[in-house]
């Protein structure tokens, strides 16, 4: 079964400073990815999905971005960060032929603070 | 518009406690249920699911839910809460669109368990 691993766990970091969140996928080819961003008491928002190495389609407009660099690696980043940036970040991925299923497999998340 | 409902921001119940979480939707399809669970600081995992078939659906950890057309609802049932139970449960609603993207999330119902 997939296993899908995010890092760093926890960061804070200072408004303006660069950002990058990591997430790798154990346990599948070619999955789609997604990454969601959950504020407290406002559910998941879903951010970028990609369903290929370099496909990346961004859901929101916003100070983030997404890269696929590889087939099971997922990155998230910004080159300046607002406050309003701060959140529980999550990497999902559905393995393909079960993309439709709404079955996503999550990673552990991680948390960032913006001060 | 489409809409996923948890009514329930918080529920308290005593361990041993039977557990019922309502969610209502607004779909204009025939909607893909589920329901997910998230342990406090971790990832989502999913509990159930229901595509078509028996309304009656079961799923990990002793979990059921009842997709009932006629009231927009998928409520989740549990005989008897363990204190382990204790976690954020999320109702999501979609369709097979290819991918996940078009997910709909609850903001989630906070359970916490008496001993």
């Known amino acids: 079964s997939q296993t899908i691993h995010q890092w760093p766990a926890t960061l804070v970091q200072p408004v303006g400073s660069p950002l990058s969140l990591e997430c790798t996928v154990e346990?599948?080819?070619?999955?789609?990815l997604y990454w969601y961003r959950q504020a407290a008491g406002r559910g998941l928002q879903l951010l970028f999905y990609?369903?290929?190495?370099?496909?990346i389609s961004s859901e929101v407009p916003q100070n983030l971005s997404a890269s696929r660099p590889q087939d099971r690696q997922f990155i998230l980043s910004s080159k300046k960060l607002l406050l309003s940036d701060s959140g529980f970040y999550l990497c999902?991925?559905?393995?393909?032929?079960?993309?439709?299923?709404?079955?996503?497999?999550f990673g552990e998340g991680s948390r960032l603070t913006v001060l | 518009a489409q809409s996923v409902t948890q009514p329930d921001i918080h529920i308290t119940v005593s361990e041993g406690a039977s557990l019922e979480l309502r969610c209502n939707y607004s779909?204009?399809?025939?909607?893909?249920l589920f329901w997910y669970v998230q342990s406090p600081g971790q990832g989502l995992q999913l509990l159930l699911k229901?595509?078509?078939?028996d309304t009656l659906v079961q799923g990990i950890k002793g979990f059921e839910a009842e997709f009932k057309r006629s009231q927009s609802s998928f409520n989740l049932r549990k005989p008897s809460v363990h204190w382990s139970d204790a976690a954020e449960y999320f109702c999501?609603?979609?369709?097979?669109?290819?991918?996940?993207?078009?997910?709909?999330w609850g903001l989630g119902t906070s359970l916490a368990v008496n001993p």
């Open positions: 999902a991925c559905t393995p393909k032929g079960r993309g439709g299923t709404g079955e996503l497999f």
């Open positions: 346990g599948t080819s070619n999955p789609n």
């Open positions: 990609s369903v290929g190495i370099g496909q």
């Open positions: 779909y204009g399809a025939t909607p893909y």
């Open positions: 229901y595509f078509s078939g």
């Open positions: 999501a609603v979609g369709r097979n669109a290819g991918n996940n993207r078009k997910l709909i």
